[in-house]
């Protein structure tokens, strides 16, 4: 409902002419969509209506739209395939069914609150499912731009598919479709505020009902079934609901990504936040509302939503333009729509998402490195690139759900390589008295037998070994005491109390003491209750220094623990 409460604020103009552009790309691509999917192309229409509407009540996004998209519609056809056994009555109930459980399945995620599973991808990993995603899009709309046999197969495959079939390219296609796609991005950058897209939906229905286009091969969208959709839960068994619960899953993930993406990236533009529990809630009541509506499933279009955008849309209230407009299609312009050349809806197709392929985004990722960067962490130096880039290769080579996956777990590797490698650089003091890295610095004071070092991140089971190879190199000839400034060590498990413990009790072997000086709270206390004795725990580096010299007599080589009055306080 927070959508809602936003309308008031806004001046309803661009909404509107927001919700016109949409609905001119939304028709016809929810025709093709729907006939991906292996169903009539009408079905398409039938679950925007609903699919439009319960987002624009139920989810957090002002730009997104919620309509049949391609992947999800490639997913619901392998889906379905499956299990309709060459069955064409089968089948439609089995796409309407699979639409119902994907809501289902997306309403419980959002109610359990699930929507922080999204935080498991990162931006970068969104960034590179983003870009993937759009140019799969872009190269499956080219055979429609130019007039050429579409391929099948991954990005590449399509690709060199649309390569070999060059020569054989409808030139009345390739002017109409190439055409459009120069007026869309000439009206985009010379007049933004003309809706370029309706200004070439409506030049190509008048092309071909002038010009005769389709004497000369230029394909249309063709016949188009009439009127309102029959609506309650298709005529499918419990044991078919449960059969789609899995592949379900599947769909509500790569729909939930793909629309999340979009979510954001139209949110951050304009200066407002997505609730991912809300986007799974707006989804799941989306694919619910399009099941219950002979519909197929739904999910946030990216294309569509980019439309929107562009278009100048502030609020859902062009999104119910949309739904209302789709309406009076289905009752009364299902005609006019069967005129619209296929080349002029790849075109506003291709214009829509060609700005999403944001190239610049993984220079800025891998620009993210430096030389020390790459010492101290090798390949993980360059995560956030590398996270991109294997989601957005995955998804040119292996389509959008394993694309998305390969780029989960690549990220989740990185993120494991970098923590199972803290830096553990040897600290100075510098002429301002703070406590820096030494690296590289000749200026500062360092103490010849009193290591200062600082772990560069939270001490868990899966650094714990590296960590302390690196405590013990720090215990050089020479150094009778080793302080860790704790300040920088977040958190610490039973592993990393235990290996401190045991590094202490073996460096008190070799006469040097381990003090841990200013640890935070919460490792304070793991360190306590898990009974360490060896280790020696005071309130600051300075404090352990003073106690380190030789001339003081609380010097912590001894093993003893400092008194209580050098603990750090609970304000820490």
């Known amino acids: 409902m927070a959508v809602l409460k936003g309308w008031a604020a806004v001046s309803p103009r661009r909404d509107v002419l927001a919700g016109l552009t949409v609905w001119a790309v939304l028709v016809p691509e929810s025709l093709a969509y729907a006939t991906i999917a292996g169903v009539s192309p009408v079905v398409g229409l039938y679950a925007a209506v609903p699919s439009l509407l319960i987002y624009a009540l139920l989810g957090s996004s002002r730009h997104l739209v919620v309509a049949p998209m391609s992947a999800t519609a490639a997913l619901s056809a392998g889906t379905v395939a499956l299990f309709a056994g060459g069955d064409a009555a089968r089948y439609v109930a089995l796409t309407t069914a699979l639409a119902v459980v994907a809501g289902l399945v997306a309403l419980l995620a959002g109610l359990l609150r699930l929507g922080f599973l999204s935080t498991f991808i990162s931006e970068p990993v969104l960034k590179g499912f983003i870009i993937g995603l759009a140019l799969t899009i872009i190269v499956g709309q080219v055979p429609a731009l130019l007039g050429v046999d579409k391929g099948e197969g991954e990005f590449f495959?399509?690709?060199?598919?649309?390569?070999?079939?060059l020569s054989t390219v409808n030139w009345p296609t390739a002017a109409v479709g190439l055409g459009s796609l120069a007026v869309v991005l000439v009206l985009r950058r010379t007049l933004p505020l003309v809706p370029g897209s309706l200004v070439v939906v409506a030049l190509g229905i008048v092309a071909v009902a002038v010009l005769h286009l389709t004497d000369h091969g230029v394909e249309i969208v063709g016949p188009i079934e009439s009127g309102l959709p029959a609506l309650g839960l298709p005529d499918v068994g419990i044991s078919d609901y449960l059969d789609l619960a899995g592949p379900a899953a599947g769909v509500v993930l790569v729909g939930f990504a793909e629309g999340l993406g979009a979510a954001k990236t139209y949110a951050a533009r304009r200066g407002y936040t997505i609730d991912p529990n809300t986007e799974l809630i707006g989804l799941g009541g989306a694919n619910l509302g399009a099941g219950l509506a002979s519909g197929m499933v739904v999910n946030g279009s990216l294309s569509k939503t980019a439309v929107n955008g562009g278009a100048g849309a502030r609020s859902q209230l062009s999104g119910v333009v949309v739904a209302a407009l789709t309406v009076v299609t289905l009752l009364l312009l299902t005609g006019l729509f069967e005129q619209l050349p296929e080349a002029t809806l790849a075109a506003v197709v291709i214009a829509a998402v060609i700005e999403l392929v944001d190239l610049a985004a993984l220079r800025r990722f891998r620009a993210v490195w430096t030389t020390r960067l790459g010492r101290i962490y090798r390949g993980a130096a360059r995560a956030d690139f590398l996270a991109a880039l294997a989601t957005l290769v995955g998804v040119l080579l292996f389509d959008t759900l394993p694309g998305l996956l390969i780029g989960v777990v690549a990220s989740m590797v990185l993120l494991l390589q970098h923590a199972s490698r803290p830096n553990?650089?040897?600290?100075?003091?510098?002429?301002?008295?703070?406590?820096?890295?030494?690296?590289?610095?000749?200026?500062?004071?360092?103490?010849?037998?009193?290591?200062?070092?600082r772990i560069e991140g939270g001490l868990f089971f899966a650094n714990a070994d590296h960590v302390r190879q690196q405590l013990l190199a720090a215990a050089g000839t020479g150094v009778h005491t080793v302080v860790i400034a704790g300040e920088t060590i977040p958190t610490v498990d039973l592993t990393g109390a235990a290996m401190l413990e045991e590094t202490a009790t073996r460096l008190r072997e070799e006469d040097v003491a381990l003090v841990l000086a200013h640890p935070i709270g919460q490792v304070r206390d793991v360190l306590q209750t898990a009974g360490a004795q060896a280790l020696l725990v005071v309130d600051t580096v300075d404090h352990a220094i003073a106690l380190a010299r030789p001339e003081h007599p609380a010097r912590p080589a001894t093993g003893e623990r400092p008194s209580p009055s050098a603990e750090p306080s609970d304000e820490s």
């Open 157 to 165: 495959g399509e690709a060199w598919h649309v390569l070999t079939e």
């Open 424 to 453: 553990v650089p040897r600290l100075r003091r510098d002429s301002a008295g703070s406590w820096v890295d030494a690296t590289g610095r000749a200026d500062g004071e360092e103490d010849a037998d009193i290591a200062v070092v």
